[in-house]
Protein backbone atom coordinates (compact mmCIF):
# COMPACT_ATOMS: atom_id res chain seq x y z
CA UNK A 1 0.00 0.00 0.00
CA UNK A 2 2.59 2.33 0.95
CA UNK A 3 4.73 1.52 -2.53
CA UNK A 4 0.89 2.25 -4.53
CA UNK A 5 1.30 6.29 -2.66
CA UNK A 6 4.56 6.80 -3.04
CA UNK A 7 4.01 5.39 -7.21
CA UNK A 8 1.00 8.14 -7.55
CA UNK A 9 2.91 10.42 -5.76
CA UNK A 10 5.72 10.20 -7.99
CA UNK A 11 3.46 10.67 -10.83
CA UNK A 12 1.90 13.54 -8.97
CA UNK A 13 5.61 15.02 -9.11
CA UNK A 14 5.83 14.10 -12.48
CA UNK A 15 2.76 15.33 -13.57
CA UNK A 16 3.68 18.99 -11.80
CA UNK A 17 6.68 19.27 -13.12
CA UNK A 18 5.61 18.57 -16.59
CA UNK A 19 2.91 20.83 -16.22
CA UNK A 20 5.47 23.74 -15.47
CA UNK A 21 7.21 22.99 -18.66
CA UNK A 22 6.80 25.30 -21.92
CA UNK A 23 3.73 24.95 -23.89
CA UNK A 24 3.45 22.12 -25.57
CA UNK A 25 6.32 19.89 -24.65
CA UNK A 26 5.09 16.30 -24.18
CA UNK A 27 9.22 15.52 -23.12
CA UNK A 28 8.78 12.69 -20.58
CA UNK A 29 12.15 13.38 -18.36
CA UNK A 30 12.20 9.59 -17.44
CA UNK A 31 12.60 7.89 -20.98
CA UNK A 32 15.23 7.73 -22.98
CA UNK A 33 16.22 10.36 -25.33
CA UNK A 34 16.28 9.90 -29.18
CA UNK A 35 14.77 6.41 -29.51
CA UNK A 36 13.94 6.94 -33.23
CA UNK A 37 17.70 7.11 -33.77
CA UNK A 38 20.08 4.00 -34.86
CA UNK A 39 21.99 4.84 -32.08
CA UNK A 40 19.16 4.45 -29.60
CA UNK A 41 18.31 0.98 -31.48
CA UNK A 42 22.08 -0.14 -31.80
CA UNK A 43 22.71 1.11 -27.74
CA UNK A 44 19.03 -0.79 -26.68
CA UNK A 45 20.35 -4.07 -28.48
CA UNK A 46 23.94 -4.39 -27.28
CA UNK A 47 23.23 -2.82 -23.63
CA UNK A 48 20.22 -4.64 -22.42
CA UNK A 49 21.26 -8.34 -22.46
CA UNK A 50 22.58 -8.69 -18.51
CA UNK A 51 21.22 -5.60 -17.15
CA UNK A 52 18.69 -2.33 -17.50
CA UNK A 53 20.39 -0.26 -20.26
CA UNK A 54 21.43 2.91 -18.09
CA UNK A 55 20.26 6.21 -18.77
CA UNK A 56 22.97 8.17 -21.28
CA UNK A 57 22.90 10.89 -18.61
CA UNK A 58 24.34 8.51 -16.01
CA UNK A 59 27.68 9.70 -17.01
CA UNK A 60 29.72 12.62 -18.70
CA UNK A 61 30.73 12.27 -22.27
CA UNK A 62 34.19 11.54 -21.54
CA UNK A 63 33.71 8.54 -18.72
CA UNK A 64 31.47 6.38 -21.61
CA UNK A 65 34.36 5.08 -23.55
CA UNK A 66 35.86 3.08 -20.56
CA UNK A 67 32.46 2.10 -19.56
CA UNK A 68 31.50 0.18 -23.17
CA UNK A 69 34.95 -1.23 -22.96
CA UNK A 70 34.48 -2.81 -19.77
CA UNK A 71 30.71 -3.95 -20.83
CA UNK A 72 33.06 -5.40 -24.17
CA UNK A 73 34.71 -7.62 -21.84
CA UNK A 74 31.70 -8.55 -19.82
CA UNK A 75 30.31 -9.95 -22.57
CA UNK A 76 33.93 -11.74 -24.23
CA UNK A 77 34.02 -12.89 -20.65
CA UNK A 78 30.70 -14.57 -20.79
CA UNK A 79 31.11 -15.78 -24.34
CA UNK A 80 28.53 -13.53 -25.60
CA UNK A 81 28.66 -12.26 -28.97
CA UNK A 82 31.05 -8.89 -28.57
CA UNK A 83 29.86 -5.52 -30.27
CA UNK A 84 31.84 -4.83 -33.97
CA UNK A 85 34.17 -1.36 -33.93
CA UNK A 86 30.95 0.31 -35.85
CA UNK A 87 28.39 -1.10 -33.58
CA UNK A 88 30.87 -0.24 -30.42
CA UNK A 89 31.54 3.07 -32.43
CA UNK A 90 27.60 3.85 -32.85
CA UNK A 91 26.49 2.94 -29.09
CA UNK A 92 29.39 5.63 -27.59
CA UNK A 93 28.27 8.08 -30.66
CA UNK A 94 24.62 7.71 -28.69
CA UNK A 95 25.48 7.84 -25.58
CA UNK A 96 27.78 10.68 -25.18
CA UNK A 97 25.36 12.66 -27.33
CA UNK A 98 23.43 12.76 -24.42
CA UNK A 99 25.73 12.10 -21.52
CA UNK A 100 25.58 14.06 -18.47
CA UNK A 101 26.70 17.81 -18.84
CA UNK A 102 29.81 19.03 -17.11
CA UNK A 103 29.56 21.63 -14.74
CA UNK A 104 31.95 24.37 -13.91
CA UNK A 105 32.58 22.60 -10.32
CA UNK A 106 33.68 19.44 -12.30
CA UNK A 107 35.81 20.67 -14.43
CA UNK A 108 37.92 22.79 -11.78
CA UNK A 109 38.72 19.42 -10.19
C1 LIG B 1 27.72 -9.19 -20.76
C2 LIG B 1 26.86 -8.51 -19.81
C3 LIG B 1 26.74 -6.99 -19.96
C4 LIG B 1 26.36 -6.29 -21.07
C5 LIG B 1 25.94 -6.82 -22.42
C6 LIG B 1 26.39 -4.89 -20.69
N1 LIG B 1 26.76 -4.75 -19.39
FE1 LIG B 1 26.86 -3.04 -18.32
N2 LIG B 1 27.37 -4.10 -16.66
C7 LIG B 1 27.63 -5.45 -16.61
C8 LIG B 1 28.13 -5.81 -15.30
C9 LIG B 1 28.53 -7.20 -14.86
C10 LIG B 1 28.17 -4.62 -14.55
C11 LIG B 1 28.68 -4.41 -13.10
C12 LIG B 1 30.21 -4.42 -13.05
C13 LIG B 1 30.85 -3.25 -13.77
O1 LIG B 1 30.47 -2.08 -13.53
O2 LIG B 1 31.72 -3.48 -14.63
C14 LIG B 1 27.66 -3.57 -15.42
C15 LIG B 1 27.50 -2.26 -15.04
C16 LIG B 1 27.17 -1.23 -15.89
C17 LIG B 1 27.05 0.17 -15.48
C18 LIG B 1 27.19 0.70 -14.06
C19 LIG B 1 28.63 0.89 -13.71
C20 LIG B 1 29.19 2.19 -14.24
O3 LIG B 1 30.38 2.22 -14.61
O4 LIG B 1 28.46 3.20 -14.30
C21 LIG B 1 26.77 0.87 -16.61
C22 LIG B 1 26.54 2.37 -16.71
C23 LIG B 1 26.70 -0.07 -17.71
N3 LIG B 1 26.93 -1.33 -17.22
C24 LIG B 1 26.47 0.27 -19.02
C25 LIG B 1 26.38 -0.63 -20.08
C26 LIG B 1 26.28 -0.26 -21.48
C27 LIG B 1 26.26 1.16 -22.00
C28 LIG B 1 26.19 -1.41 -22.19
C29 LIG B 1 26.10 -1.57 -23.70
C30 LIG B 1 27.31 -1.19 -24.41
C31 LIG B 1 26.25 -2.52 -21.24
N4 LIG B 1 26.38 -2.00 -19.98
C32 LIG B 1 26.14 -3.85 -21.56
C33 LIG B 1 27.40 -6.34 -17.63
C34 LIG B 1 27.01 -6.03 -18.90
Known sequence: MVMIKNKIGCLLVVLFLCSACDSGSEH???TYPDQQSLGFQQFSRQCSTCHRPPMPDVHVAGAWSAVVARMQQHKE???LLVMSDVEQQQVLAYLQTHAK???KKELLK
Open 101 to 103: SVS
Open 28 to 30: IVT
Open 77 to 79: QRG
